[in-house]
């Protein structure tokens, strides 16, 4: 079979997935997309889990513990979401995409009980299984069949009801709990941690980033309940310093099991140091045995990270990055990203928003680092218009131009920076909106630079 009949077959999966219900609808359910993995012999239940979930830092956080176990040699699964660009970055194995024909034998697998299940569900009056759970599904037999020693798991939305808590993790990963998705989490920081801490699984390691005070302590108790040991940021594990580096940082980490100094991180800002120092109390507790990761294991783990869409530079003359930041946290931690990690004088920032985000809170945080907004909305029905992301800025302050979509935007923001020395581009907002940037900055080769 060629390769262009691997990649029809993977998009005919893509299109059934497509024609289910899509990411924004939740509903707290977990026994139907059991009941799937039950048919299918539960193939979670045949690798060791990482679980992660939080508010912001998830994925960078997962990306990073990927790439430290894989550095033991052992075979990775990773399951993030949502993607940038084609579906299968939802899935790596070993580091790269999940192939084509990988991702239809799956899918192979899977579609003989899918009519089952859906059957029993609407027996049930309820809504035949989503694009989500399903794509859960899909990475679970995917990772059984590589197969994959350890899966880096990461919470499409909560925890307590997410499909992808139909897993066992042995190590739970808490990433910073803000406020994000009140209307399905709850209306406070506590309450959106009650649901984040359900994956908290009875004997598990848990691990946890820096929390406020109430999260802190609902963490603290219901691993208590679960018999789980847990570890927070700052008291058991640290960043300890931090300092540019081309292409990244050097970060002097201090683990569960002892210190890791001055190695190279190639991501930029405080935040990715802090998921660092995170993701490696996470992968101590899941093979360290108390013991430090050895030393030239640690290295390369670090150095073959990658998160794309986090401070990705996609284009040169002028520069250009892509921030994924959308929500007023994952907003702030980029601004102070670029004040303190990257030598340009104004910024233009292109954004665009989903309609259900914090769009005020998110144009607060990047209003003091914003020398022109670039208001702009994704092709997604879910987006925010252009003219509310405008309306958003000028009640910051600010003087924003509106452009129909990202390609506008871009072009327009481009062009602006390549007016004058000391000015850079990032376009933010959404995953939505930086996988549309990406795909066109491949497409016009943002890196060889402006031509007007």
Request: with cysteine; charged share 25%; aromatic share 6%.
């Amino acid at each position: 079979m060629t390769g262009s009949d691997e990649a029809r077959r993977a998009d005919a999966v893509y299109e059934a997935l497509l024609a289910r219900a899509g990411e924004a609808w939740v509903e707290p359910r977990l026994e139907r997309t059991a009941r799937l993995l039950e048919y299918l012999d539960n193939p979670q239940r045949t690798y060791r889990v990482v679980h992660v979930t939080g508010t912001n830092g998830k994925t960078s956080t997962a990306r990073i513990v990927e790439s430290l176990v894989r550095a033991h040699g052992l075979r990775t699964g990773l399951f993030t979401s949502p993607h940038l660009v084609r579906f299968t970055e939802r899935i790596l194995l070993d580091g790269e995409p999940i192939g084509d024909a990988q991702v239809a034998d799956a899918w192979d697998e899977i579609a003989p009980f899918l009519d089952l299940v859906d059957a029993e569900l609407a027996g049930d009056d309820q809504a035949p299984l989503t694009f989500f759970e399903l794509v859960t599904v899909l990475a679970f037999v995917a990772c059984a069949d590589a197969p994959v020693d350890v899966l880096v798991l990461e919470v499409g939305m909560g925890g307590s009801w997410d499909a992808t808590n139909t897993a066992d993790g042995d190590v739970a990963v808490i990433a910073p709990v803000d406020m994000d998705h009140a209307a399905r989490l709850g209306a406070t920081r506590e309450a959106i941690a009650e649901v984040k801490a359900g994956i908290i699984k009875p004997g598990a390691a848990v691990v946890s980033a820096r929390q406020e005070p109430g999260v802190q302590a609902v963490l603290r108790r219901v691993a208590a309940e679960r018999g789980a040991s847990i570890a927070f940021e700052g008291a058991e594990f640290a960043l300890e310093r931090d300092a540019l580096a081309v292409g990244g940082q050097l970060v002097t980490l201090r683990g569960l099991a002892g210190a890791y100094e001055e190695e190279y991180l190639p991501l930029y800002g405080h935040h990715q140091g802090e998921n660092a120092a995170l993701a490696v109390a996470a992968v101590e507790s899941l093979i360290g045995g108390g013991q430090k990761i050895a030393a030239e294991v640690f290295t390369q783990g670090l150095a073959e990270v990658a998160s794309p869409g986090r401070l990705q530079l996609v284009g040169t003359q002028p520069t250009v990055l892509v921030d994924a930041a959308h929500n007023p946290h994952g907003a702030r931690a980029l601004a102070a990203a670029l004040r303190d990690a990257f030598d340009f004088s104004e910024w233009g920032v292109v954004l665009g928003a989903m309609a259900d985000k914090d769009l005020a809170g998110i144009v607060a945080e990047l209003a003091p680092v914003a020398s022109h907004l670039f208001a702009t909305e994704s092709d997604s029905e879910r987006a925010a218009s252009a003219d509310e992301v405008a309306d958003a800025a000028e009640a910051a302050g600010l003087r924003p131009t509106v452009h129909r979509d990202v390609a506008e935007a871009a072009e327009a923001a481009r062009a602006w920076a390549a007016e004058e020395e000391g000015r850079a581009v990032v376009i933010a907002g959404s995953v939505v909106l930086g996988g549309e940037a990406i795909a066109l900055a491949r497409v016009e080769d943002w890196k060889s630079g402006w031509t007007a």
